[in-house]
């Protein structure tokens, strides 16, 4: 097999490597130190390849924002399997549709809360999935009936020695399936290949000027399940050997609180998370510390008003990149560009060796006239492997350059407002 120089793990191997101590983790009172994060990471791995898991096999994830998903995403992936990351609020009958739809052998669950018990609903869906025979609860398993000691995850890893020699996997091979479920059908599984998720991470040096020598602290509080947080957030501060600051939900109070107690340097949300910021941000927040430490802020899903950038920018000083990206394009496909004025409303630049146009439904370009209505199109290292099972939705949303071995891959109906820098909503 050929040996991958860019499996997605490696992100965190080479980091632990050269920065063993430094902290990669901060989740409420601990913190977990690369070496540490890198351990546990092998535990998992041994744990799916003792339990028989094989490389290719897909092993889901239901998991909040707590250290565990990260552990677990990295021994997955060590152990040369691919990880279906999924949404905590889905329900069992939901899951199960994942579970059975992306063929996973294996399911590691969080067991949540009371007011969100995605243990309970993922045992239910796990019972009742074809193919997945292997189930790990993170957590007691004091709200789970049914639930077997050996199938807490505590007790799983316990025990698993700490070292692992990764598993290869070709660059073209499947790191992740993430599960979209764009605007017609049931949800569709976004095949991402190693290479695909890798350079995405390794992109934040261009995009952010991100570098391991002096690496950002990042709050986490944008769902790690999604594109955006898994890719560029958790992988990103990985991949650079920054801190992960952890926050399980989405709180403004206590987000500002992480940000003064951990000197963050790089937040990432989506608009309403920078109006609940600004509306929290009163007489006792130390405003100008913040300023002090901030020095990137990052925002999709949606445009952002102009009166948030303003305020953004007068009270954290700081102007708030947006971007635009799909979960078929690891995340990001264009941002605006670091150190330069934002356009209101603009989804950017398209980043590095990538390239965007607007088209219409027969593919044929769309005229070059500012207020054009056409459709993204997209190509680059960043476009996904294809829909998982899915030839005929594959085909229809992507197209072959000639004999490149690239594909446009052509999603959202929107509006040129500019031909020089690519597409713009």
Not at 40 to 63: D, F, H, Q, Y
Not at 299 to 307: D, Q, R
Not at 378 to 404: C, V
């Amino acid at each position: 097999m050929t040996s991958s120089t860019r499996n997605v793990s490696g992100l965190l191997t080479r980091t632990a490597s050269e920065y063993p101590a430094r902290t990669a983790i901060v989740f409420g009172g601990d913190r977990i130190s690369y070496a540490e994060l890198d351990a546990a990471s092998n535990r998992v791995a041994n744990l799916l390849t003792e339990r028989g898991i094989r490389p290719g096999e897909k092993v889901a994830l239901s998991c909040a924002n707590i250290p565990q998903f990260t552990t677990i995403y990295f021994g997955i992936l060590k152990a040369g399997a691919v990880v279906v990351p999924l949404n905590v609020l889905l329900k069992a009958r939901e899951i199960a549709y994942h579970l059975n739809d992306s063929d996973a052998t294996a399911y590691f669950a969080f067991e949540g809360s009371p007011e969100l018990p995605i243990g309970r609903e993922a045992w239910s869906a796990f019972q009742a999935a074809d193919r997945a025979a292997h189930f790990f609860l993170i957590g007691s398993g004091a709200s789970v009936d049914g639930v077997t000691p050996d199938q807490i995850f505590a007790a799983a890893v316990a025990g698993r020695p700490e070292t692992f020699e990764t598993v290869e996997r070709a660059d073209d091979d499947t790191a992740v399936i993430l599960y979209t479920s764009g605007t017609t059908g049931q949800p569709k599984g976004a095949e991402l290949r190693h290479r695909n998720v890798y350079d995405i991470a390794r992109a934040g040096a261009q995009l952010f000027e991100s570098d391991p020598a002096t690496p950002d602290v990042y709050l986490c509080v944008l769902p790690l399940f999604h594109a955006f947080g898994q890719m560029v957030i958790q992988n990103g501060a990985v991949g650079f050997g920054g801190t992960l600051v952890l926050q399980a939900r989405f709180s403004a109070h206590e987000a500002l609180e992480l940000m003064l107690d951990h000197a963050v340097t790089f937040f990432g949300g989506v608009p309403t998370m920078y109006w609940g910021l600004l509306e929290a941000l009163d007489d006792s927040v130390d405003a100008a510390r913040l300023a002090a430490n901030l020095r990137i802020a990052v925002s999709g899903g949606s445009a952002l008003p102009a009166k948030i950038h303003q305020e953004f920018k007068n009270r954290f000083g700081v102007t708030i990149l947006e971007g635009y990206g799909l979960s078929e394009t690891v995340a990001i496909a264009s941002f605006a560009t670091y150190g330069e004025e934002p356009r209101v409303g603009s989804i950017g630049r398209p980043i590095a060796g990538v390239q965007m146009k607007l088209i219409n439904d027969d593919w044929s370009d769309v005229e070059d006239d500012p207020g054009a209505v056409g459709e993204i199109a997209i190509k680059g290292y960043n476009i996904m492997k294809g829909y998982y099972k899915r030839p005929e939705a594959t085909s229809e949303a992507t197209t072959r350059d000639g004999s490149a071995p690239e594909i446009w891959l052509a999603r959202t109906r929107t509006a040129s407002t500019s031909s020089s820098t690519g597409p713009r909503t």
